[in-house]
C-alpha cells in the first residue's frame, strides 16, 4: 500500500511540479531537513528505543542540517525500503537520500538522480551457519541464498553465480528483516548483503556464533548519497558537505580541536573554518558552514568510529574507508 | 411415469411465479421509454390547444442535458491531457527515462519459482514479467478452486442441524473473516516454515517425496514416446462421459429411468486411460529428487511460499465465501424445501436438485467479487517472498529500471484485464443460472 502512495505521489509530483526545483529555499522555509534513510541497519541508519536515530547515513543527514539549519536535529528521517527509495526521492517527498546506496551508472543517468560521492566503500558479501563447512563463496554451488529486493545484490549475486557456473536458487524478499528472519529460520543456506550490512545483520539473527562471513566480496559497491536531478545549488550543498567532513578529519580538525582550529594561522585550516575567504558564502551558506558541521555533529573519522568502527557493536575495520593519506582511498577536494 | 421430472421441474414454480412479475415493471419501463423517444410524433394525438408553446433550444432540457454532459467531458479530458502532457515534460527535464525500451534489455536478477524458460542472464525485463504475471494467475486460479470448494462446505455446514458443525463452521467465519490478510498470510508462512524440519532432517516418503521447510519435492513424470495414446484414450473418456451424460439425462427426462452416471463416468475417465496405459507398455519415467550438497535437486519442487499464500488466500476467501453461500440458501424458500420433502426426496437430492441451483442465482453476483478478491489479495505475496507479478515486475523490475511510471500503468492493466475476464466468464455463467422468463 505504501509503495502505491509513494508512486501516486510520484505521479502528482511529476504533474504538478514547478519549473525549478529551489530545494534549499524549500528547506530553510520549512525549517526541516527531509531525509531518505534505511531505518532497519544498525551502523548506518536506525533508530533507537527512544526513537533517536543514529548511524553514518544518518550523522551526513544531521551534517547537511548543521551546515544549512544551524541545527543537526532538524531533520525528519524517512524510513524506506530498498525498492521504494528512488521514487520517494523522484516525487520529492525527501530532499536528500542517505540510505547506503551504491552508485552506479543507470542509477547516476536513468532515473533523474545525482550521486554526490562516497561515504562507505563496501562489496557484497555471504553469511552461512558455520554447521555447513562452507569456506569459500566457490562452494555455494546448488545453494538457496536469501537476498532483499530493489538492490544492486540481487543483481551481482546472479552474476557471481552465472560467471562461475554454478546452481543458484534465489529467495527475495521485499526487505532485509523479512530476508534474515527466513535465512535464520532456515529457508536459506546463506544470506547475502553488502559486507557492512552482514556484520549488522549477524548480530540479529538468533544464535550470532552459529553464522560466519565468508572471506570473498564478490563486488564494488560505493555507497553514497542521492540528490535529485536538476537542483545543482542543492547538488554543491550536500556535496561539500560530505568534502568538508572528511577534510575536516585531514586537517585534524575534529569536536575537541574545533576551539584550536579556531585560533589557528595555518591557512588551510583558516579557509576551512571560514576565518579567511567566503567559501560558504559561495555556496549559499554562511562563513562557518563547515565549522557547524564539526561542532554539531563531528568529522568524518569520528563519525565512522561513533557508528560503524570500534566504538560500536559492528567493529568494522576502516580498510578502504581510511584516508588517502593512512593507506585507505578516501579523498576529497580542498576548499579553496 | 411423470416422476422421474419432478426433481428437474421442482424449481419451476418459483420462475413461473416470478416471471410475470419479473415481466411487469420491464413493460413498463418500455412502455415509458418508448413514449419519452415518440414523444414528437405523439404530439399530433393531442389537441391543439393543449400543446405548449416551442421553447427556444437551449431551454430544451435535453438539449441542456446534452451540452453539460459535452462540457464534463472536455474538462475531464483536458484534465487528463493536462497531468499526462506535464509529466511527461517534467519527466524529460529531470532526465528520468521514459518509453518502454527496457522491455528488451537483459534482466539480470534471479526469480525463485518460473513455470516458463527463465534465466537471469538470458531473458529480458518483458520475460520477467511473464513469469510473474503466470505465478499470479497460477496461485489465483488455483486458490479459486480452493476457495470456493471449502467456501461451499463451510456455508453449508453453518446451516446444518448438526449442532456441532453448525458451530465449527460459525466459528471458522468469524475468526478468519475479522483478521486481516497479510497477518494470516504471515502466520502461514512463519508456520510452513518452522513446523516443518531442516533440509537435512527432511521427511522422506518412500526416498521420492521429500518435505522440508524449503518445500515440498515430488518426483517430475517423464513422458516416454506412446504416451500420446494414454493422453488420446483421456480425452476420447471425457467425451464419452460427457456424451454420455447428454443421453442419461434425455433418457431420465423421456423415461424417468436414471442411469449409473458416476460410475460410467469414472470408468471412462480414469479406467480407460488406465487401460492403454498399461497395454502400452507403461510409458512414463520418474526424475526423482535427489539430496545434494545444499539443497534437494531435481524432481519438482513446491516452494513454502508458494504453499503459505495459497493457504492464506483460500482460506481468507473460503470464509466470505461461506457468507454468500449461506446467504443464498436462507433466500430460497423454505416452502421449496418441504415440497421437495413431500415428493420423497432424500436431503442429499434436496439440496442438491432444488436448494442449490436456486440458490446460485443469489449466490453467483458476490461470489464474483470474491474472486476479484482472492486474485487482487494475491499481490500481498511480495510480503513473504511468492514471485508474483507485483513482487517481480512493480518490485525488482522497477526499482532497477526506475520506470515508475510505465511499470505501474502496465500493472494495473493486466490486473483490469484479469479482472474484467474473471468478472466476464461469470456474468456468462450468471446468464444460464439466471431466472429464465418464458
Given at each position: ?36 534513510s ?52 523522484q ?32 562489496g ?22 536469501c ?77 553514497g ?16 558537505t560530505?568534502f ?25 585550516i ?67 | ?52 408553446a ?39 527535464r ?18 525463485s ?22 505465478n ?26 448438526n ?65 500420446g495414446s ?17 443421453w442419461?439425462?434425455r ?105 442449490v ?57 493486466v ?24
Amino acid at each position: 500500500m505504501k509503495r502505491f502512495t509513494t508512486v501516486l505521489a510520484l505521479l502528482l509530483a511529476i504533474a504538478a511540479q514547478s519549473a525549478s526545483a529551489q530545494t534549499l529555499k524549500a528547506v530553510k522555509d520549512r525549517g526541516m531537513l527531509n531525509c531518505g534513510s534505511n531505518g532497519t541497519l544498525a551502523g548506518f541508519g536506525l533508530p533507537d528505543a527512544q526513537g533517536k536515530w543514529t548511524g553514518l547515513d544518518v550523522d551526513f543527514c544531521k551534517a547537511i542540517a548543521a551546515a544549512v539549519l544551524n541545527d543537526a536535529e532538524k531533520v525528519k528521517f524517512v524510513p524506506l525500503s530498498a525498492k521504494d527509495r528512488f521514487t520517494a526521492l523522484q516525487s520529492g517527498e525527501i530532499d536528500v537520500l542517505a540510505r547506503n546506496t551504491t552508485w552506479t551508472s543507470s542509477r547516476d543517468t536513468s532515473l533523474g538522480l545525482n550521486f554526490i560521492g562516497v561515504n562507505y566503500y563496501d562489496g557484497q558479501g555471504f553469511m552461512v551457519r558455520k554447521a555447513l563447512k562452507v569456506n569459500s563463496a566457490l562452494e555455494l554451488n546448488g545453494a538457496a541464498v536469501c537476498v532483499q529486493q530493489g538492490t544492486t545484490t540481487e543483481l551481482n549475486l546472479a552474476d557471481f553465480f552465472g560467471a562461475h557456473k554454478m546452481q543458484l536458487k534465489t529467495v527475495t524478499f521485499a526487505t532485509s528483516n523479512e530476508a534474515v528472519k527466513a535465512y535464520d529460520a532456515g529457508r536459506c543456506d546463506a544470506y547475502t548483503t553488502d559486507a557492512s550490512a552482514l556484520y549488522a545483520e549477524r548480530l540479529r539473527v538468533a544464535n550470532l556464533n552459529d553464522h560466519i562471513i565468508l572471506p570473498e566480496i564478490i563486488s564494488k559497491e560505493p555507497l553514497g548519497p542521492v540528490v535529485r536531478h536538476g537542483d545543482d545549488q542543492w547538488f554543491d550543498i550536500v556535496k561539500w558537505t560530505l568534502f568538508a567532513m572528511i577534510d575536516a578529519e585531514e586537517l585534524n580538525i575534529s569536536q575537541k580541536t574545533l576551539d584550536e582550529a579556531l585560533k589557528s594561522t595555518n591557512p588551510e585550516i583558516k579557509r576551512f573554518v571560514g576565518t579567511e575567504g567566503n567559501f560558504g558564502e559561495q555556496l549559499g551558506l554562511t562563513k562557518d558552514w563547515a565549522v557547524r558541521i564539526v561542532k554539531l555533529v563531528g568529522n568524518y573519522g569520528e563519525s565512522f568510529e561513533r557508528n560503524v568502527g570500534q566504538g560500536s557493536p559492528l567493529k568494522i575495520e576502516r580498510g578502504l574507508n581510511k584516508l588517502w593519506t593512512k593507506g585507505g582511498i578516501q579523498y576529497a577536494p580542498p576548499i579553496r | 411415469m411423470d416422476q422421474g421430472r419432478h426433481p428437474v421441474r421442482a424449481a419451476d414454480p418459483l420462475t413461473e411465479a416470478a416471471g410475470p412479475r419479473v415481466r411487469g415493471p420491464r413493460q413498463f419501463v418500455g412502455g415509458n421509454r418508448r413514449r419519452k423517444c415518440d414523444e414528437g410524433e405523439m404530439s399530433t394525438d393531442l389537441p391543439a390547444t393543449s400543446r405548449p408553446a416551442p421553447v427556444v433550444f437551449y431551454n430544451d432540457p435535453r438539449v441542456r442535458s446534452i451540452a453539460y454532459q459535452v462540457a464534463l467531458f472536455a474538462v475531464v479530458a483536458f484534465l487528463v491531457y493536462a497531468a499526462a502532457s506535464n509529466a511527461i515534460e517534467n519527466l524529460a527535464r529531470a532526465r528520468i527515462a521514459s518509453g518502454f525500451g527496457f522491455w528488451n534489455n537483459v534482466a539480470g536478477f534471479d526469480i525463485s519459482q518460473t513455470l516458463i524458460e527463465y534465466s537471469s542472464r538470458g531473458s529480458t525485463y518483458g520475460r520477467a514479467f511473464w513469469v510473474g504475471l503466470l505465478n499470479t494467475l497460477l496461485v489465483a486460479g488455483i486458490g479459486i478452486i480452493l476457495a470456493t470448494v471449502l467456501g461451499f462446505i463451510v456455508g453449508i455446514s453453518r446451516l446444518s442441524s448438526n449442532w456441532l458443525l453448525a458451530k465449527i463452521a460459525g466459528c471458522y467465519v468469524e475468526i478468519i473473516r475479522n483478521l486481516p490478510l497479510l497477518l494470516q498470510l504471515l502466520f502461514w508462512y512463519n508456520a510452513v516454515l518452522k513446523a516443518f524440519p531442516d533440509i537435512r532432517e527432511s521427511i522422506a516418503i518412500g526416498g521420492t517425496v521429500f518435505i522440508n521447510n524449503r518445500g515440498l519435492f515430488l518426483p517430475t513424470p517423464i513422458f516416454k514416446s506412446g504416451f500420446g495414446s494414454v493422453e488420446a484414450a483421456l480425452l476420447a473418456g471425457i467425451l464419452g462421459a460427457i456424451v454420455f451424460r447428454i443421453w442419461a439425462r434425455r433418457r431420465q427426462e423421456h423415461t424417468g429411468r436414471q442411469a449409473p452416471v458416476l460410475l460410467v463416468t469414472l470408468a471412462l475417465v480414469i479406467g480407460l486411460p488406465l487401460a492403454v496405459f498399461f497395454l502400452a507398455g507403461l510409458p512414463l519415467g520418474f526424475e526423482f529428487p535427489q539430496a545434494g550438497r545444499f539443497n534437494i535437486s531435481g524432481g519438482t519442487e513446491v516452494l513454502p511460499e508458494f504453499v503459505a499464500l495459497l493457504f492464506g488466500l483460500s482460506i481468507y476467501t473460503a470464509a466470505f465465501i461461506a457468507e454468500v453461500v449461506r446467504a443464498g440458501i436462507l433466500a430460497v424458500a423454505q416452502g421449496q424445501t418441504e415440497a421437495a420433502y413431500s415428493l420423497g426426496l432424500r436431503q442429499g437430492l434436496t439440496l442438491r436438485l432444488i436448494v442449490v441451483p436456486q440458490a446460485m442465482r443469489v449466490i453467483i453476483p458476490p461470489l464474483t467479487s470474491q474472486y476479484l478478491n482472492l486474485t487482487k489479495n494475491s499481490s500481498l505475496a511480495v510480503a513473504i517472498g511468492y514471485p508474483d507479478l507485483v513482487q517481480v515486475f512493480t518490485g525488482t523490475v522497477l526499482n532497477q529500471t526506475g520506470q515508475a511510471v510505465e511499470v505501474v500503468a502496465i500493472t494495473m492493466l493486466v490486473y483490469l484485464v484479469i479482472s474484467l475476464t474473471t468478472s466476464l466468464l461469470m456474468n456468462i455463467y450468471n446468464r444460464r443460472v439466471a431466472l429464465t422468463e418464458r
